[in-house]
């Protein structure tokens, strides 16, 4: 968070950030830090996100709007889902997304889901008269999700994590529960039974025990 505060001073309207911690579902839906929805747990690192947010008039996108779940990591002891991952914007910018949340299944390999947000934008009105005269190619999806790629690309590391001495001994059994494990999982959040009580089948709990048998 000390790191990210020069960040809240030099961005621009509307912008966003990925913060990590149970914040809790709020009392109303007036714009404040935390909105009414989400998994009414709170944590330390909630408790020190939300103070952040406060502080910098930033708010958890997600905890606007209903969802059937909101989890976005399981506990491995209690099997419960927590709401960790969060996109945070300027309370002032709330009233620009139309939807955010949670994603289904796993898009990378990783005990977190990814988290999304969808921005409503419209043009000025020279803007659209504008374009109605010229080509609106640049503007169209198809060039926004390549200028996406390519700043993923450009950013993200280009070489994995190198493996640890006892991983790679046993790589080969080791990719192939993985891959077991990762598959039910994903399987298993695409059909969440809530938050609340969300065990993880035993079909996964045989998958993980066998990875961590072999470690």
């Known amino acids: 968070m000390r790191l990210l505060s ?21 009392q109303n839906a007036d714009y404040g830090a935390v909105g009414p929805h989400g998994i009414n747990f709170l944590n330390d690192s909630g408790r020190r996100l939300r103070s952040f947010m406060e502080l910098h008039d930033l708010a958890a996108l997600s905890s606007f709007f209903k ?6 990591w399981l506990h491995p002891c209690s099997k419960l889902q927590k709401q960790l991952d969060h996109i945070m914007i300027s309370r002032c ?6 939807d955010a949340g949670a994603c289904c299944g796993q898009l990378i390999d990783s005990d977190h889901s990814a988290v999304f947000c969808k921005l409503r934008f419209t043009f ?15 503007v169209s999806y198809s060039t926004l999700a390549k200028a996406v790629k390519k700043t993923a690309a ?7 994590r190198p493996a640890p001495l006892w991983f790679a001994a046993k790589e080969g059994v080791m990719r192939a529960h993985i891959v077991n494990r990762n598959a039910t999982f994903s399987a298993h959040q695409r059909q ?3 938050d ?13 025990h066998a990875c961590s048998s072999m470690i």
Not at 126 to 138: F, N, P, T
């Open 6 to 26: 020069p960040a809240c001073s030099r961005a621009g309207s509307p912008a966003t950030f990925i913060g990590r911690g149970c914040l809790g579902a709020g």
């Open 192 to 194: 969440p039974r809530g």
């Open 196 to 208: 609340g009580g969300h065990l993880l089948p035993l079909d996964i709990e045989r998958r993980a």
């Open 67 to 72: 969802k059937p779940f909101y989890g976005t």
């Open 154 to 160: 450009e950013t993200l590391p280009k070489l994995e």
């Open 93 to 98: 910018d709330v009233k620009r997304f139309t």
């Open 124 to 138: 000025a009105t020279d803007v659209v008269a504008s374009l109605g005269r010229s080509d609106a190619s640049a």
